[in-house]
């Protein structure tokens, strides 16, 4: 199994995407541990809940290890009970194109305004189409990680 991730992560020019999304799911997600060397996040996504770790990123910000299991969504609303404050709440919209999926995060709460997507690569320099509604490249800004987000929400930039 592997268990490192690589993706990009762009600002969203407009809501577009959405007319051309295939799937969407209402995400609740806080950190039991967020400092720059490993986060540790505990999500519910609809009604499945998961504990998520993932390591630093590389000097480029677009890989790191990513390890996630599910677990049970009591389990998953207990452990939001005891994370560290500022749990995030979001749409994530799943948009197709070609042979990738991008990922679009519509934040509410405290980064409402906010829009970010993802898209994940098999490497580094792997080719891309962007859609038009994708806007600035974001990747590796440490501000727009949802660890970051849940202590220094949009609303406060």
């Known amino acids: 199994m592997n268990y490192t991730e690589i993706e990009r992560k762009f600002l969203v020019n407009n809501l577009s995407f959405i007319k051309?999304?295939?799937?969407?799911n209402r995400i609740?997600?806080?950190y039991l541990n967020s400092n720059k060397d490993r986060a540790v996040r505990v999500r519910i996504k609809n009604n499945k809940g998961f504990l998520?770790?993932?390591?630093?990123?590389n000097e480029s910000?677009?890989?790191r290890f990513e390890w996630e299991k599910e677990i049970l969504v009591t389990e998953a609303t207990q452990l939001l009970a005891i994370c560290e404050p500022g749990v995030i709440s979001k749409t994530r919209y799943l948009v197709k194109l070609n042979q990738h999926t991008f990922e679009v995060d519509v934040f509410d709460g405290?980064?409402?305004?906010?829009?970010?997507?993802?898209v994940e690569l098999t490497s580094e320099n792997e080719v891309f189409e962007k859609p038009d509604w994708l806007g600035k490249e974001v990747t590796g800004?440490?501000?727009?990680y949802n660890s970051q987000l849940s202590k220094n929400p949009y609303k406060n930039w």
Do not use: H, M, P
């Not at 051309?20 to 969407?24: A, H, L, P, V």
């Not at 998520?52 to 990123?57: D, V, W």
């Open 20 to 24: 051309t999304s295939y799937d969407s």
């Open 110 to 118: 405290d980064n409402k305004g906010l829009i970010v997507a993802e």
């Open 61 to 63: 910000g677009t890989t």
């Open 52 to 57: 998520t770790i993932k390591g630093a990123s």
């Open 141 to 144: 800004e440490v501000k727009y």
């Open 28 to 30: 609740e997600q806080g």
